[in-house]
């Protein structure tokens, strides 16, 4: 197994500067990668036998690189058989440093003493998230967040990550330059109605309803787009990959608060609930539909009183709880997919 060190110059393999934005670069390093259908508005390449993936939005260049260093049981016990799709089944056994030094070593104190999930640094125009091992972890873990925040102020949280023996699963590096901070081109400022708007109390059915309108059918706009979004804000400006699996506070605010026209509502016929929805990404860029996020528990019907030509929803997903099933199915709509 080759040897990866990644350093302020770039990524080195067995002392070989590599592109490591390049998926053809990367290839040619690690063979032929299994490339999996695009999920949202990114794109899987997994390197099997290596214990590598990347992710991309073009097919062509890598936005993130992932290596698998260690197994964790409890995770990948929670994992279902979608989501492991989308990670390599072998482990990266090669030596794995950040300039010269072993992962945990390069990471800062400051960010060990906070320990929990997962260790976030920079190096350079490099960023590093590094996902601890909640198997090998288990006493972190299971730790209450108030404990947790007064063994922060000691070594202890540290201490428990430097000792373990696979302290880290999987290594992710991002190549994220520091960008100049522009103004706000106010594309994103929230339209202000001038008609009856629909308002819907559900947030998850909201989504499914704005994926169908705005990115299906496009009859709304601006179309969302996250990562412009981010980068428009001035000195808000955020990078949507550091929220990892979290969904991002301002573009859920954003949708929350998008007004959708009553005008409209006659459009909608048909929902699909898929985990690869374009507006799920906008709201988790690396969501791999492992938890629960966007579920549909109950439907009021006061939300789906404004649309009447509604007929049915394909649930691929299993997003719609029994009682949301329920509601639909009592206003004639037909849904088939997971029950």
């Given at each position: 197994m080759p040897s990866i060190d990644v350093s302020r110059d770039g990524v080195r393999v067995d002392g070989v500067l590599v592109d490591a934005q390049s998926v053809r670069a990367l290839t040619e390093v690690?063979?032929?990668p299994r490339t999996l259908s695009p999920n949202g508005s990114t794109t899987w390449v997994v390197w099997d036998d290596v214990g590598v993936r990347v992710s991309t939005k073009d097919g062509e260049v890598a936005t993130g690189v992932y290596v698998t260093v260690a197994t964790d049981a409890r995770s990948e016990s929670k994992r279902d058989e979608a989501a492991r799709l989308y990670r390599p089944s072998?482990?990266?056994?090669?030596?794995f440093t950040i300039e010269g030094q072993p992962p945990i070593a390069a990471a800062p104190d400051a960010e060990l003493r906070k320990a929990y999930l997962m260790l976030r640094f920079r190096v350079g125009d490099w960023e590093f998230v590094l996902?601890?091992?909640?198997?090998?972890?288990?006493?972190?873990?299971?730790?209450?967040?108030?404990?947790?925040?007064?063994?922060?102020?000691?070594?202890?949280?540290?201490?428990?990550?430097r000792s373990a023996q696979a302290p880290v699963t999987e290594i992710i590096a991002s190549h994220k330059p520091v960008l100049p901070v522009k103004k706000p081109s106010g594309k994103w400022k929230l339209p202000v109605?001038?008609?009856?708007t629909l308002s819907l109390k559900s947030f998850p059915f909201r989504l499914a309803i704005l994926n169908e309108l705005m990115f299906v059918q496009r009859v709304l706009g601006p179309r969302f787009n996250v990562y412009d979004f981010a980068q428009d804000r001035g000195a808000k400006n955020f990078d949507p990959d550091?929220?990892?699996?979290?969904?991002?506070?301002?573009?859920?605010a954003w949708l929350?608060?998008?007004p959708i026209p009553a005008r409209v509502a006659g459009k909608v016929e048909q929902l699909v609930l898929d985990?690869?929805?374009?507006?799920?990404?906008?709201?988790?860029?690396?969501?791999?539909?492992?938890?629960?996020?966007?579920d549909i528990t109950t439907i009021t019907d006061h939300d789906l009183e404004p649309f009447t030509n509604l007929r049915r929803v394909e649930d691929i997903g299993g997003f719609l709880g029994v009682r949301a099933r329920r509601a639909l199915?009592?206003?004639?709509?037909?849904?088939?997919?997971a029950d």
């Open positions: 690690f063979g032929s072998g482990v990266y056994t090669g030596a996902l601890l091992n909640t198997t090998e972890l288990q006493e972190l873990h299971a730790m209450e967040a108030r404990e947790r925040f007064a063994r922060a102020q000691t070594d202890e949280l540290a201490d428990m990550v109605p001038d008609e009856q550091e929220y990892y699996d979290t969904m991002i506070p301002s573009v859920r929350r608060g998008y985990g690869g929805n374009e507006i799920y990404a906008q709201l988790i860029p690396r969501w791999d539909g492992e938890d629960n996020s966007f199915e009592r206003r004639g709509v037909h849904v088939d997919g």
